[in-house]
């Protein structure tokens, strides 16, 4: 039986497989029903494992062990298999949430915050910086960022940029609008993010930047991602972003972008113009 290994590889990811694993399952899938030698030999896996390995398969619900000597193994029906992982993903993401849940008001979490409180301290401002790679894990720390927002949050984005922001960001920024938190957007407004912006526009203030090409988050005047490189060109994966937290320059920042703000376009006036 040949296998190819990226395939090996996607079946490992998709059902959380080991090496092993995933090449008895497949050894056993092309021959419907064997032993555990026939599928120690076809799927290169050593003997003194492929017990472990069917026994930890049988568990999971991806083969069936039939009566009778030799012991023989049978292969459940792939679209069966996936019922079953999806099935068992769900009940332990369940499960997983439920504790996390209860950490909230436990003695754990109270210690962990102790020991953050303590070990904060001692950081120097310069250290309260990071780089973030990927545009997933943007944003999350994006996410985390706003939900502290005490006064302000201000974003500078691109036409596609604001549509990313709203889908991921909208649930966390209407709580804090409703806290009275300001919410403010520079971003070139075109006909594709029109509907989105106007939208948006019920718990921010919009306006049209047109002029400066730039991707940015300031929260507070204390804290600030900054993206380093041009969303057009670079995927998503490889996205990059510079945290800092730093009143000093963040504050600076915010000067110069309520400078640049008094000159952009309303939304208003953008959409008399497209319209």
Same mark, same amino acid.
């Given at each position: ?80 298999? =996936?019922? !079953?992982?999806?099935?068992?993903? /769900?009940? *332990?993401? $369940?499960?997983?949430? +439920? #504790?996390?849940?209860?950490? &909230? ?56 940029? =604001?549509? !990313?922001?709203?889908?991921?960001? /909208?649930? *966390?920024? $209407?709580?804090?609008? +409703? #806290?009275?938190?300001?919410? &403010? ?68 920042? $915010? ?21």
């Amino acid at each position: 039986m040949i296998v190819k290994d990226d395939f090996l590889s996607k079946l490992r990811q998709y059902f959380g497989l080991n090496l092993y694993e995933v090449r008895i399952w497949t050894a056993l899938l092309s021959r419907g029903v064997s032993t555990a030698g026939e599928l120690s030999d076809i799927g290169n896996v050593p003997r003194s494992r492929s017990y472990d390995v069917l026994e930890s398969l049988e568990k999971k619900g991806f083969v069936v062990m039939k009566l009778g000597k030799p012991i023989k193994y049978l292969a459940v029906e792939p679209q069966e298999v =996936v019922h !079953r992982v999806k099935k068992l993903v /769900k009940q *332990e993401s $369940e499960i997983k949430v +439920k #504790k996390l849940e209860e950490l &909230r008001d436990g003695d754990v979490l109270n210690e962990l915050n102790l020991l953050f409180k303590q070990g904060i301290e001692f950081v120097e401002a310069t250290d309260l910086s990071g780089a973030i790679r990927g545009r997933h894990n943007l944003y999350t720390h994006l996410e985390t960022m706003i939900k502290n927002a005490k006064k302000s949050i201000t974003f500078m984005t691109t036409s596609k940029g =604001v549509i !990313r922001k709203i889908e991921a960001l /909208k649930p *966390e920024l $209407e709580k804090l609008a +409703k #806290k009275g938190v300001s919410i &403010r957007i520079a971003v070139p407004i075109t006909k594709e993010n029109l509907n989105a912006v106007q939208e948006i526009s019920k718990i921010a203030e919009i306006r049209n930047n047109d002029g400066i090409k730039a991707r940015f988050v300031l929260v507070d005047a204390k804290e600030l991602m900054f993206m380093a490189l041009d969303d057009e060109e670079v995927h998503p994966s490889y996205d990059l972003g510079i945290w800092v937290n730093t009143p000093y320059f963040t504050t600076a920042l $915010e000067t110069m972008f309520n400078s640049t703000w008094k000159d952009m376009e309303t939304l208003n006036k953008v959409v008399a113009r497209i319209k």
